[in-house]
């Protein structure tokens, strides 16, 4: 059982339920007689810087308080300061908008009980993935759901579903689907216009997305999912399929799994991880698992 926990907390998240939840954690992790430090976040970013400065410090836990923008900073931050091996343990209390990481690693909803299981100091080792010098938690994503997430990124007024509905209507617009070469562990190459091309280390993405249900966060490998290049009306019938995972079996769809992935382009691609954009202008991607690379508590 730790003795000691760095919080880092995102005051913004949840449209403040991390500063609300914030009073019942601190008692649950104070009652276990642990040292409890608080630190909240003040712009992109430093909850990486964070983390990495807490992770070198000795800090033996740092638990973040967010969503999952604020865990995939996190993780980046303790990846940064690991020997290469392993990590300072990772604890998550989900009170962000979509929590994907959370629910897939089966972080209790409820700040209370997801303290007391951080507490409790019982761990797991599971995946990452990286992608160039970034680390992932839950998955990397080219094409329409990367565009949609620039997009998205342009409005912070809205939340949730709501901002995502409101860029995939600006996107659809102008959306050409852009002809990507995927390569799979260096053998089998798919090359041609593609919708969408997800790595996935979990299965849920976008807050409710089950882009690549099958995936497991401690399976040691990626679940890839490729979509053929559709026009703006079949788009808009197969988005709704990947909100249950149904997609899985068109023939538009093609799954695989791997351990390293290769993404090349002609085309300038927009590329997010974790939902955090990476890039606007990529054209070459290496992607690969780092299996069970990071300490996770509760």
Do not use: Q
Not at 89 to 99: C, E, F, K, T, Y
Not at 144 to 154: S, Y
Request: contains cysteine; glycine residues 14%; positive net charge.
């Amino acid at each position: 059982m730790p003795d000691r926990f760095y919080v880092i907390l995102n005051p913004t998240a949840g449209r403040g339920a991390a500063t609300r939840a914030w009073p019942t954690v601190r008692a649950v992790l104070e009652g276990t007689g642990a040292r409890v430090e608080l630190a909240e976040t003040a712009r992109h970013g430093h909850a990486t810087e964070l983390a990495e400065a807490a992770a070198r410090a000795g800090w033996p836990a740092i638990v973040a308080a967010g969503g999952d923008g604020t865990v995939h900073e996190v993780a980046n931050g303790l990846l940064r300061a690991s020997d290469g091996v392993t990590t300072a343990a990772l604890g998550i209390v989900p009170v962000g908008s979509g929590n994907d990481f959370a629910l897939l690693a089966g972080v209790p909803r409820d700040p209370a009980e997801a303290a007391r299981r951080i507490a409790a100091g019982v761990e797991r080792r599971v995946d990452v993935g990286r992608v160039g010098d970034r680390w992932f938690t839950n998955g990397v994503g080219v094409g329409l759901d990367a565009t949609v997430a620039v997009e998205a990124n342009r409005n912070r007024r809205l939340r949730g579903i709501g901002i995502y509905l409101w860029a995939l209507a600006r996107v659809l617009r102008s959306f050409r689907p852009p002809v990507l070469r995927v390569e799979i562990d260096g053998g089998e190459v798919m090359e041609r216009p593609m919708t969408l091309a997800t790595v996935g280390n979990g299965g849920r993405h976008g807050g409710g997305f089950w882009i690549c249900p099958a995936a497991r966060i401690d399976d040691g490998l990626l679940d890839v999912c490729l979509c053929d290049g559709l026009g703006t009306l079949r788009i808009l019938r197969f988005l709704p399929k990947t909100l249950r995972g149904t997609h899985v079996g068109e023939s538009c769809v093609h799954m695989r799994t791997a351990r390293r992935v290769r993404i090349t382009s002609d085309t300038p691609l927009p590329v997010h991880a974790d939902g955090e954009i990476l890039f606007e202008d990529a054209r070459e991607l290496e992607i690969e698992i780092a299996a069970g690379r990071l300490r996770l508590l509760g």
